[in-house]
């Protein structure tokens, strides 16, 4: 019997999400549309200090999640921190690492990108350091992270695990959520609420694309942007 697209997987995705659709509508938006449903909504997701790295495109995706620790493993695995994810990762996921181990060692690089770019894989959000920035953009994958430097995770970082839950600055990711990242920064969206944030940012960009028409066709921006435009954005949770 063929299998619903629905259908909940081994890593904890939400079965009820229609993720396809989702990031369809997803991706014409942009990340300050995005944070703005959020703050409406009252529901956290807006991480600040992530850097686009690569590319000028935007990306949209489920999250895949991946936590990196301090130290060498307990037991060497001998598979390489990202691969695992890598290898579950499909072409609508983009995978989140934390490492917030006050380390100063990549946990993502040039390998790890060209193998996850053959995988169709939309991105990577790395809250800590990446390296092989300029390799990157020449594989021609998106890449965030918060920082850079040229050392390697080779004695310094593990992988702990993958497809749980983390924390992205002040965020909790789970696996499932959807994101989406562009020049400005990148926002969480909890799987749950992902129907009602698009919807809601939807409206803004419709409202201030208006707006825009509206400052082209020569209406001062005072009037513009008055009561109306505050009160689009006030909190609704």
Same mark, same amino acid.
């Given at each position: ?9 081994? *890593? ?8 396809? =659709? ?49 130290? *060498? ?45 053959? &995988? ?37 970082? =593990?992988? &702990? ?54 400052? =082209? ?21």
């Amino acid at each position: 019997m063929k299998k619903n697209k629905r259908e909940h997987c081994r *890593c904890g995705y939400n079965r009820t999400v229609n993720y396809e =659709h989702l990031l369809e509508r997803l991706i014409l938006l942009d990340a300050c549309a995005v944070s703005d449903a959020l703050d409406s909504l009252n529901i956290p997701g807006a991480v600040d200090g992530l850097v686009r790295r690569s590319t000028r495109e935007r990306v949209a995706g489920r999250v895949r999640t991946l936590k990196i620790s301090a130290g *060498c493993a307990a037991r060497d695995s001998g598979v390489h921190l990202g691969v695992r994810s890598i290898q579950e990762a499909g072409d609508l996921d983009v995978i989140v690492v934390e490492q917030n181990a006050g380390i100063s060692a990549a946990c993502w690089g040039g390998i790890l990108a060209h193998a996850a770019k053959l &995988k169709r894989i939309r991105g990577i959000v790395v809250d800590g350091p990446a390296r092989d920035i300029d390799e990157f953009g020449e594989v021609g994958i998106p890449v965030f992270s918060r920082s850079v430097t040229t050392r390697s995770a080779r004695g310094r970082v =593990h992988e &702990k695990a993958i497809n749980v839950a983390i924390e992205i600055g002040h965020v909790t990711v789970n696996p499932g959520d959807l994101v989406i990242g562009d020049g400005t920064g990148v926002v969480f969206i909890p799987a749950s609420k992902a129907e009602a944030v698009i919807t809601t940012a939807e409206v803004i960009v419709a409202a201030e694309r208006v707006m825009i028409d509206a400052i =082209h066709e020569g209406k001062p921006p005072a009037e513009v942007m008055d009561r109306d435009y505050e009160s689009m954005l006030e909190k609704r949770g």
